[in-house]
């Protein structure tokens, strides 16, 4: 069982930044895969960034790339997004989530077993 929180949201201006925090519980942090996704009211879950459980291999949705850093600290059980150059169709919910076997289909949100509550983040114009 893994549990994780996120921790990190609020309100910015459109171009301003946000490191989103998820912190996870137990001992096997190092060998999940961990991605972010985020969520609108009404629409699906959508694939944001996945980093595998060395952090040596990430992945980026390509609305986010050049803008959104996804690293992890497996000293400290946890997993960030770092958010630059903010949008206001950036504005979600955001949730962590863990999986095994490295980053094969890490943006399909069906492959992760453990999910956080999520954080909203909103980005103003």
């Known amino acids: 069982q893994v549990q994780l929180v996120e921790s990190g949201g609020g309100l910015v201006q459109a171009g301003g930044s946000l490191r989103l925090s998820c912190a996870a519980s137990?001992?096997?942090?190092?060998?999940?895969?961990m991605g972010w996704f985020r969520q609108a009211p009404g629409k699906e879950r959508e694939f944001v960034a996945a980093?595998?459980?060395?952090?040596?291999?990430?992945g980026y949705a390509d609305s986010v790339k050049g803008r959104f850093t996804i690293f992890r600290d497996n000293a400290k059980n946890t997993v960030y997004l770092q958010m630059n150059s903010l949008k206001p169709e950036d504005t979600d919910v955001y949730y962590c989530?863990?999986?095994?076997?490295?980053?094969?289909?890490?943006?399909?949100?069906?492959?992760?077993?453990?999910w956080g509550q999520g954080t909203q983040v909103t980005v103003s114009s």
């Open positions: 137990g001992r096997t942090f190092r060998t999940y895969a």
């Open positions: 989530a863990s999986k095994l076997f490295g980053l094969l289909r890490a943006a399909n949100r069906d492959e992760y077993a453990y």
């Open positions: 980093i595998s459980g060395s952090g040596g291999s990430t």
